[in-house]
């Protein structure tokens, strides 16, 4: 073992043997871990409805959708493979590591590589998102994002975001004090931990976070000033403007809220990071308290159980498609609250508005095949 790996070695162990976790009220580590628990579930189940929702129900296979299934995929990602071992972490109450054995080593890695890859599947494909709407507001008669391209797209963000969190295939290290196993970053021996954590936090800052949300913001803009001053085209009635008006709004708010959602519950992880890094407020061996890590691990996480709640407010499908979710878990005496599907009344929402009969209108798109 060299100087370098010696020395990382012994300020890890320092780390611990200074900074292991305090005791803290059994009431509030069970809270804690209900509150996990909490969101672990609704993550799983609620990315999984809107997975099934859309490959299920007829009118909802466009690209924008498929688009959401893959941020619901990548959700599922991080609830099976990071937050469930963080619920285990926090039962044993210390956050100590299952084993220094192979498995405990692997299980080490893949719950931070797991982490950094749903974060960064989630921003790339908002991002991709905001390009197919801008595109579609551009030139809507065309074809921007077929089927078939969108296929393409979701391999090439998939690919994009494991090469982002790749490095944490290496830095997550399983480390022993007092022959207890513990999980945590460690670029040593190759790099200087604590200059390689800094170049990684800023990178991933900046690239998946930063200018991301900058040019979603950007393009969201261009939409939103697009649509509100585009007009109805042929005869303009109230009834008509009404609609516009109504279906313009849940756009706009659609569009805010994801990304907001996405920018506040990841931007408590990076100022952790940052604080850590850059300033003396956390200085070393013990760096960020533990219940601070917490806090930001729980709204990072939470993202993954949010999203499927945007999807359901805002689309009418999505919400008949949870009713139709939730039936057959429902006793027959208890369904007399949940109305029929949309799609036995012959309702469909749409850019334009709600439209009820038999079939189908055949001069728009479907709200989540609108062009915004």
Known sequence: MNNSSEEALNA???NLSQCSPSERPPALEWLKTVVYL?????AVFGNAFVIRTVYTRSGMKSATNYLIVNMAVGDLFMAIFNMIPTVVTMFRGNHSWASDGPFGKISCKMVIFSQATSMACSIITLSVLAFERYFAIISPLSKVASTARTRWLVAA??????ASASPMLYAAKVRLYKGVPYCFEDWAPAFDTKKAQAIYTIVAFVLLYAIPLLVIFILY????VTVWERHI???TTLANVRLHNK???NVLKMLITVVVAFALCWFPIHLNLFLKDFTDLFPDPCGIPVWLQTTGLLFGHANSAVNCCIYVIFSQDFRNGFKDFIRPFIP???RSFLPKSARSRGTFETGRGAYKGRQKPTSFKTFEEASV
């Open 157 to 162: 963000i998939w690919v994009a975001s494991f």
């Open 332 to 334: 027959k005496r208890s």
């Open 247 to 249: 279906a313009k709004k």
């Open 221 to 224: 803009l261009i939409i939103i």
């Open 233 to 235: 085209p042929g005869n």
């Open 12 to 14: 890890s162990n320092n």
């Open 38 to 42: 909490f969101i672990v579930v609704f």
